[in-house]
Nanobody
Framework: QVQLVESGGGLVQAGGSLRLSCAAS????????MGWYRQAPGKQRELVAR???????IYADSVKGRFTISRDSAKNTMYLQMNSLKPEDTAVYYC????????WGQGTQVTVSS
């Protein structure tokens, strides 16, 4: 079973940047469409960005133009570069396939202060 480990979160002021990483224990990024998800307190988990096995990307309207998803298949790692962060981006961020093929990792907390 592939394990997913998210890292890179933290506390940042509005307008700041963070780079999240998702490390997988197997070579999955060149096979599956992968996504970054987030869950804010009291809200459902939502998909904010996805990257296909071919490298195509799609973003939620709420993050378009500010977030960039990428991957390094050789390192079994996926990234989410987050710029111009807003307080409403505060959430726990997770990675998984689009079909939620694997168990959720522990996530990484992103807190944006105003």
């Amino acid at each position: 079973q592939v394990q997913l480990v998210e890292s890179g979160g933290g506390l940042v002021q509005a307008g700041g940047s963070l780079r999240l990483s998702c490390a997988a224990s197997g070579s999955i990024f060149s096979i599956y469409t992968m996504g970054w998800y987030r869950q804010a307190p009291g809200k459902q988990r939502e998909l904010v960005a996805r990257i296909t096995s071919g490298g195509g990307t799609i973003y939620a309207d709420s993050v378009k133009g500010r977030f960039t998803i990428s991957r390094d298949s050789a390192k079994n790692t996926m990234y989410l570069q987050m710029n111009s962060l807003k307080p409403e981006d505060t959430a726990v961020y997770y990675c998984n396939t689009i079909s939620i093929r694997y168990a959720w990792g522990q996530g990484t907390q992103v807190t944006v202060s105003s």
